[in-house]
C-alpha cells in the first residue's frame, strides 16, 4: 500500500491522491508512466522528486521515514506489506500517571505471545523489540511508547501504528474495549477486569505473593495486545473497501494464539466486585 501512497509527499492530500487514482494512477510507477508520456499531472516536479525518495527509503525497508509523513489516521498503510516485522505492543503500570513504573507488558507478532514481568525478566523486552520494523498500540503515542523510553531507556527508533487515530479517522472511538465492542471482539473471560482492575491485581500480587493475581493480570495485558491484530485488519478492510481496484491489497488471515497465561476465576470475579463498587460509587 505505500507504493500506492501520494499524501506523504510534499503537498498532497486525500484529495489530489484520490484524483490521481481515479485516473488509474493508482502507485509511483503509473505516475512516473504518466510524465514520461507527457500528461498533465499535478506538481509533477515535486511528486517526481518525492517519488524518487520514497522508492529509496522503500527499498531499504524504511518504514519510520514513511510514518513521519503521513497522518496518524493513515498509518495503517504501513501494515499491508510488512506484516512480518509489525509487533503489538500493550503495557501495564503501576498507575500513577506519566511518572509511573511499568509492571509488565505484552508483546505479538502475530504467531508468538511474550509477556515482561518487572522483577523478573522485564529487561529483556529490550533486545526482543529490536527485532521489528513497525509496533501497533492503542494510545502508545500519548502513553506506553513515552513510558517505556522513560522508564527503560529504550529509543522505540520503529514505525508506529497507533490505533486509536486510526479507528478515530473511521469513525470508531473510545477506549480499546469499547472499540473491540463495536467491531464484535467481546472478552467473555475477563469482562468486567479493567485498567484500573490491572493496578489492582499488581498490587495483591506484590502484597501477598500470590502468583494467581500476576497470571491474571498477564492474562488481561496480553488480551489487550492480540485483540490490536484483528482490529488494524479490520480497519485496513475498511479502508482498502473504499479505494480504486489498482490500489487495493491482500490482508492477512488474523492468527490464534495460543495464551500462556490463564486468568483466576476467583481473581476475575474479585476484580468484578471492585469494578461495579467503583461504579456505583459515580452516582
Not at 109 to 136: P, Q
Not at 235 to 246: V, W
Amino acid at each position: 500500500m505505500i507504493q500506492n501512497s501520494f499524501i506523504h509527499m510534499q503537498g498532497v492530500g486525500k484529495s489530489t491522491e484520490e484524483k490521481l487514482w481515479n485516473r488509474g494512477i493508482t502507485n509511483w510507477s503509473l505516475y512516473e508512466e504518466a510524465h514520461s508520456k507527457g500528461e498533465k499531472l499535478p506538481m509533477a516536479g515535486t511528486m517526481m522528486r518525492s517519488i524518487d525518495t520514497s522508492r529509496r527509503h522503500y527499498e531499504k525497508g524504511d518504514l519510520l521515514h514513511f510514518q513521519g509523513l503521513l497522518p496518524a489516521g493513515e498509518a495503517w498503510r504501513l501494515f499491508p506489506e510488512f506484516q512480518e516485522s509489525t509487533c503489538y505492543l500493550d503495557i501495564e503500570t503501576t498507575g500513577d500517571g506519566h511518572w509511573c513504573d511499568i509492571t509488565t507488558i505484552a508483546l505479538y507478532d502475530g504467531k508468538t505471545v511474550r509477556t515482561y514481568v518487572n522483577g523478573e525478566n522485564l529487561d529483556d523486552f529490550k533486545g526482543d523489540i529490536t527485532a521489528y520494523a513497525t509496533v501497533v498500540t492503542y494510545n502508545g503515542k500519548s502513553f506506553d511508547i513515552p513510558v517505556i523510553r522513560r522508564v527503560m531507556g529504550i529509543p522505540m527508533e520503529m514505525a508506529h501504528i497507533d490505533l486509536r487515530y486510526v479507528l478515530g479517522s473511521l469513525g470508531i472511538k473510545g477506549g480499546l474495549k469499547r472499540c473491540e465492542e463495536i467491531l464484535g471482539l467481546g472478552r467473555t473471560d475477563l469482562a468486567g477486569v479493567d485498567g484500573y482492575a490491572a493496578v489492582v491485581m499488581w498490587n495483591q500480587y506484590k502484597k501477598t505473593g500470590e502468583r494467581r493475581y500476576l497470571e491474571t493480570l498477564l492474562a488481561y495485558n496480553v488480551a489487550d495486545t492480540v485483540n490490536m491484530e484483528p482490529l488494524l485488519v479490520e480497519a485496513c478492510r475498511m479502508r482498502r473497501d473504499t479505494i480504486p481496484e489498482g490500489a487495493r491489497f491482500t490482508l492477512p488471515a488474523t492468527g490464534n494464539p495460543a495464551t500462556p497465561h490463564i486468568p483466576d476465576h476467583g481473581v476475575i470475579e474479585e476484580m468484578r466486585r471492585l469494578h461495579r463498587s467503583s461504579q456505583g460509587n459515580q452516582w
